[in-house]
């Protein structure tokens, strides 16, 4: 499986795009990234799913460039409720059931 | 639907002492996961299951047994309780052939031993 690294935590202020950056250098041709959101006591939630260039939804954008070793969490207009941990995972699809969680992003949205 | 639930919430458990963790789910998903996440950490997968009557092993299973007899039950089961499995236990579902492969979380199960 391939593993990721995300910074650790990152700081905004309500009203900014965030964007949250993650590796994953062996990323293997049939992979794909999904990034999900954690609330203090809660259970993570999936937030976005992505193969290739760039995917949104109502909530986030997920820019994928070419070489694939990486990718961008876009959040748009972050408001106080989007503080949360931030966990980029990567796999072959259907295989999101036995994926390891890393650490994720600690991100901290302040007034 | 209720979606991933799982019971107790909080449980309190003296070294030694056994106990299971239940989590159902009424999606009738094929596959589910038990992951524990320790203060500040991530999510560690304990055990999974592709299907009624088939069940994996994870990340870190010592310590811990699954079993599998109906699709919308997968108990956790601590066979002799250290304070080391002190946690919050996070049971998940999914459903496969989608084009978004993604998993449901339950709310979770705040374990502490003494």
């Known amino acids: 499986l391939a593993k990721t690294t995300q910074p650790i935590s990152m700081d905004s202020y309500e009203g900014q795009e965030v964007n949250i950056t993650c590796s994953h250098n062996?990323?293997?041709?049939?992979?794909?990234i999904t990034w999900y959101q954690q609330f203090p006591s809660q259970g993570p939630r999936f937030i976005i799913q992505g193969y290739k260039t760039k995917v949104t939804n109502e909530v986030a954008s997920l820019f994928i460039p070419a070489d694939r070793k990486s990718s961008t969490l876009s959040l748009p207009r972050v408001s106080l409720s989007d503080t949360a941990v931030y966990y980029c995972l990567v796999g072959a699809m259907d295989s999101s059931y036995k994926l390891i969680f890393g650490s994720g992003t600690r991100l901290l949205v302040r007034p | 639907n209720a979606g991933v639930t799982q019971t107790p919430k909080f449980q309190v458990l003296k070294t030694g002492q056994s106990m299971t963790l239940q989590c159902a789910q009424d999606?009738?998903?094929?596959?589910m996961s038990w992951y524990r996440q320790d203060p500040g950490m991530g999510l560690r997968l304990i055990h999974y299951s592709v299907g009624a009557g088939i069940t994996d092993q994870g990340e870190v299973p010592n310590g811990y047994n699954v079993s599998r007899s109906t699709t919308e039950d997968f108990p956790l089961r601590l066979l002799s309780a250290a304070p080391s499995q002190t946690s919050v236990y996070f049971c998940a579902s999914k459903d496969s052939g989608l084009e978004i492969d993604t998993q449901y979380f339950g709310p979770g199960t705040r374990l502490t031993v003494l």
């Open positions: 999606m009738n998903h094929e596959y």
């Open positions: 062996n990323i293997a041709t049939n992979d794909y």
